[in-house]
């Protein structure tokens, strides 16, 4: 009789050995979230690694910001794609057609989207639940 397992110590187990695996696969979502579309030292369109100061862009004397971390590449690009869009641009890059120009606006719905994502109340439910969880042993 000393053999017998007992079933309620079981399931209990079972249930710590699940709430361990959904908590590793929350705290994997949120770690990928932050280290896919967070991070500050890469452009965020092209993944290239910058520098902080890039984070403007230098034209004409001027000096024009975007709202995105970009390389000195992917800056030009967008403020041409933004010039393009409001009838301007620089007539040199042919290159910067209807094609190139529906690929940043699909990039920059993407961005929305992932912002959306990242302020939708499941997703802040998920971070709170993270915090107030004990941390894995």
């Known amino acids: 009789m000393?053999?017998?397992?007992?079933?309620?110590?079981?399931?209990q187990l079972a249930k710590e050995k699940k709430a361990v695996i959904i908590r590793k696969r929350k705290i994997q979502?949120?770690?990928?979230?932050?280290?896919?579309?967070?991070?500050?030292?890469?452009?965020?369109?092209?993944?290239t690694q910058i520098s902080m100061d890039h984070h403007d862009i230098k034209k004409d004397d001027n000096s024009q910001k975007t709202s995105y971390r970009f390389c000195?590449?992917?800056?030009?690009?967008?403020?041409?794609?933004?010039?393009?869009?409001?009838?301007?641009?620089?007539?040199?890059?042919?290159w910067h057609n209807e094609a190139w120009i529906k690929v940043w606006k699909t990039w920059i719905d993407y961005q929305g989207s992932i912002d959306r994502y990242l302020k939708s109340k499941?997703?802040?439910?998920?971070?709170?639940?993270?915090?107030?969880t004990k941390p894995d042993k």
């Open 72 to 94: 000195e590449s992917c800056s030009e690009e967008y403020i041409d794609y933004i010039k393009r869009t409001n009838g301007e641009g620089n007539p040199d890059c042919y």
């Open 122 to 132: 499941e997703f802040i439910q998920l971070l709170n639940e993270i915090k107030q």
């Open 29 to 47: 979502t949120v770690q990928k979230i932050f280290q896919c579309t967070q991070c500050a030292f890469k452009c965020e369109k092209c993944g």
């Open 2 to 11: 000393s053999n017998i397992i007992s079933l309620n110590s079981k399931i």
